[in-house]
């Protein structure tokens, strides 16, 4: 999780620059801990892996197990490229002094937004035994969950970024030079 709060960029990239100065920006994605590179020598090694196998039964002459052994591989690949696709997943987090904008982007590239107007917004976290907890952003009129790419540490800490982020909003310090002793 990357938390921003310093500057108006991100704000600008998703077309909400004209919405006010953002007062606290959160992109969330979800933790993969292999990169591309990585994933190329896992597969490398699985390739290798199935080679050796494929061509032991081969001299054996345990023809079925070749065609096991290369649908494993199939999957496996199948599997890993379906996981490190939805590492293009995310969700951008910015609080404005009109609103909470949440833009969600698919791992297909698909987005939405939902604006919840910054009046009365108020940060739920929801604690269930033996579950990740569950961090919701609510207004007057509707009610988004967030952050499920979160584990369960990260989802705590969000949740206290953005509550301390809407105290800041709601009670502003005004630095007056007149009353400076």
Known sequence: MRIRCEDNVMAEA??????????????????????????FVVFGVMATGSLLVTSLMWRLGAMPVIG????DLILAVTLYGMNMRGAKASEVIVLTDEALTITRTTPGGRRSEVRLE???????VEEQAGTNPIVSVA?????????????????RDFADALKAA????????????????
Do not use: C
């Not at 207004?139 to 989802?155: H, P, S, Y």
């Open 166 to 181: 809407i105290h800041r909003m709601r009670s502003p310090r005004f630095d007056n030079p007149q009353t400076r002793g």
């Open 68 to 71: 096991f052994n290369g649908a």
């Open 14 to 39: 998703l077309g909400m620059a004209g919405q006010g100065r953002p007062i606290f920006q959160a992109v969330l994605t979800p933790h993969r801990s292999m990169s591309r590179r990585g994933m």
């Open 118 to 124: 910054a009046g009365w917004l108020r940060v739920d």
């Open 139 to 155: 207004n007057r009129e509707a009610r988004q969950i967030v952050g499920m790419a979160l584990g369960d540490a990260e989802r």
